[in-house]
């Protein structure tokens, strides 16, 4: 295998994945007139690696299909092709930490035309690697600030689109504000946040929104709510203010690349005592102890 050089916090030099072929990056081209690129026609899942082993592959696959069905993106998802192609992808770039990240667009119809094309026209499917550290990321020792943003998606967030000029907004609003990301409220209450999902802890109970359509159904989610209902701590599933969040003991988001991350600080409130709160750590503790049992 060539060595592959890593430069700054980019990946160069990648084998990636475009239908059915294994390439070099820069060899790997997508149409013009690609249904992704011109109407953000296109469905991802983000799925994490350690020590080289996938995290939660069957629910992002599950998700996946989810999300072709919704859009009625003519795909059957194939859990053992799909399951070959991030394993060969780990292979030929060494992965040890980061996400494998897939695409799925609903195809090159050859000229553009908001009317979908036949349903047998072939999807474009794109993987590629990315490498991070996920188990030392420095925000868990001091924990993250966010600040609150309208939520101005959408309202099909259930479904796992490209659409991400928005979320993208929002993170750079973050960022002008000085802190690590934003939380979108509508109507008062917390939807998620800009890529993850948010949560409060008050008086010993984890309060995170219900699912439905305004909200991405984290894999994450599933499995850090299943883990801390089978650790014995109190789950409530229900929408909460943003006046609640800065009332709270506690905070903190999920998502498949920060597992479960600290919050500390919200539109430049302090929580508790500006430290990452107990039940945060003692979820992240449980989820990366229970996933690495279940890597493949
Ligand atoms: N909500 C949004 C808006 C997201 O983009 C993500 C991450 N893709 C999540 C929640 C977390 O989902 P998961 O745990 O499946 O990564």
């Not at 192609?85 to 090159?108: C, F, P, S, W």
């Not at 946040?193 to 008086?203: H, L, Q």
């Not at 991405?216 to 599933?237: F, N």
Request: hydrophobic residues 40%; aromatic residues 8%.
């Amino acid at each position: 295998m060539r060595p592959r050089p890593h430069y700054g916090d980019r990946d160069m030099g990648r084998i990636v994945y475009l239908n059915g072929d294994y390439l070099p990056e820069e060899e790997a081209k997508v149409s013009v007139f690609d249904r992704g690129f011109l109407f953000a026609d296109a469905v991802y899942e983000v799925t994490s690696v350690l020590d080289g082993k996938i995290i939660a592959f069957d629910g992002h696959v599950k998700r996946l299909q989810r999300s072709c069905d919704e859009l009625g993106i003519d795909y059957q998802v194939n859990e053992d092709e799909l399951m070959e192609v991030h394993r060969q992808l780990v292979a030929k770039n060494d992965l040890k930490e980061g996400m494998i990240y897939l695409q799925l667009t609903r195809g090159n119809p050859g000229d553009r035309d908001f009317v979908y094309p036949p349903a047998d026209t072939p999807v474009t499917l794109v993987l590629f690697t990315q490498t991070a550290n996920l188990l030392d990321n420095p925000k868990i020792k001091t924990g993250m600030k966010v600040i609150s943003v309208e939520d101005q998606r959408w309202s099909r967030r259930d479904i796992k689109t490209v659409q991400l000029l928005y979320p993208s907004m929002a993170k750079m609003a973050a960022k002008a504000a000085g802190v690590d990301d934003a939380w979108m409220i509508e109507d008062g209450h917390v939807t998620e946040g800009s890529s993850n999902n948010a949560y409060i802890v008050k008086d010993g109970k984890i309060i995170t929104r219900h699912l439905g359509n305004e909200i991405l159904h984290g894999i994450t989610r599933a499995a850090v709510l299943a883990y801390a209902k089978s650790a014995q701590m109190e789950v409530e599933e229900r929408a909460f203010t943003i006046e609640e969040a800065k009332a709270a003991d506690e905070a903190f988001i999920t998502s498949a690349s920060t597992f479960v991350m600290p919050v500390v600080e919200i539109d430049g409130v302090t929580l508790g005592d500006g430290t990452p709160g107990e039940s945060a750590l003692r979820l992240r503790e449980l989820y990366l102890e229970e996933s690495r049992k279940q890597a493949v």
